[in-house]
């Protein structure tokens, strides 16, 4: 079982609607994925329920408020993996307090952050990055990895051209970028990804190759 965790403290920059479109991505490739919802707002699990009459999506709740729930994360995570007999586990973690982004890295493989192209999300990224490094030296290794997610990128922008190379500069790879596109936030109301929504669009593509990248970094042992 691989386990990715979608961190950022910055509130916005896209982490919930990339865990469900990449989750939705995963599973075109053939991978039985689970999202583990640990934010209380919920949005990835309302998200999953806004679909009437619809089969029910693999989220999963699993608020971490304290450090009693931290502690018991990864056990928790293991236990709804095999329940699910899912191969990917996607754990979409809450802005603000970093009890259940830091109970996330202590467990995930890979650690994906989308970043919007603001100076505040720059400096999120900081402390996002300094949480890794913490996850990092209590695991005594390399994990996890890292993924910078280049997130709602306004075409023909220059901060959007900029954006990839400015993060390449935090020495963590930089996966492929997800523009910002009205489909995408008109398919989360929907209760649909990007595929269901608009198969073939350049929104659903985005996310194919950022899900075909993911696939790569988790390949391998730590
Ligand atoms: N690529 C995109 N194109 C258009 N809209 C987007 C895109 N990514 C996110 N949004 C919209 O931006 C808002 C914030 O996105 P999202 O909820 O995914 O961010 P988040 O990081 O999970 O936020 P929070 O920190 O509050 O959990 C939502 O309204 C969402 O529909
Ligand atoms: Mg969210």
Redesign the pocket.
């Known amino acids: 079982m691989k386990t990715l965790a979608?961190v950022?403290q910055?509130?916005?920059?896209?982490?919930?609607?990339?865990?469900l479109n990449l989750a939705a991505a995963l599973a075109e490739l053939g991978r039985r994925v689970l999202v583990v919802d640990t934010?209380r707002?919920a949005?990835?699990h309302r998200w999953a329920m806004a679909r009437d009459g619809a089969a029910p999506r693999p989220v999963h709740r699993l608020p971490v408020e304290d450090e009693g729930g931290a502690r018991h994360f990864s056990a928790e995570l293991r236990r709804l993996a095999a329940g699910r007999r899912a191969g990917i586990v996607l754990v979409?973690?809450?802005?603000?307090l970093p009890t259940a982004a830091i109970a996330a890295l202590l467990v995930a493989d890979l650690a994906l952050i989308?970043v919007t192209p603001s100076p505040l999300d720059l400096w999120a990224l900081e402390d996002a990055l300094g949480m890794v490094a913490e996850a990092r030296k209590a695991r005594g290794g390399k994990l996890p990895r890292v993924g910078l997610v280049p997130?709602?990128?306004i075409a023909g922008t220059t901060l959007a051209r900029d954006l990839p190379e400015t993060l390449e500069s935090f020495g963590e790879p930089v996966a492929p970028s997800?523009?910002?596109?009205?489909?995408?936030?008109e398919s989360?109301?929907a209760g649909q990804t990007i595929g269901e929504y608009q198969p073939g669009s350049k929104?659903h593509e985005e996310f194919q190759a950022l899900a075909r990248w993911t696939v790569e970094a988790v390949k391998g042992g730590p």
């Open positions: 979608l950022n910055k509130g916005g920059s896209g982490k919930t609607t990339a865990a934010d707002q949005s990835a979409d973690c809450p802005p603000g989308p997130s709602r990128l997800i523009g910002q596109r009205i489909a995408i936030a989360a109301i929104g």
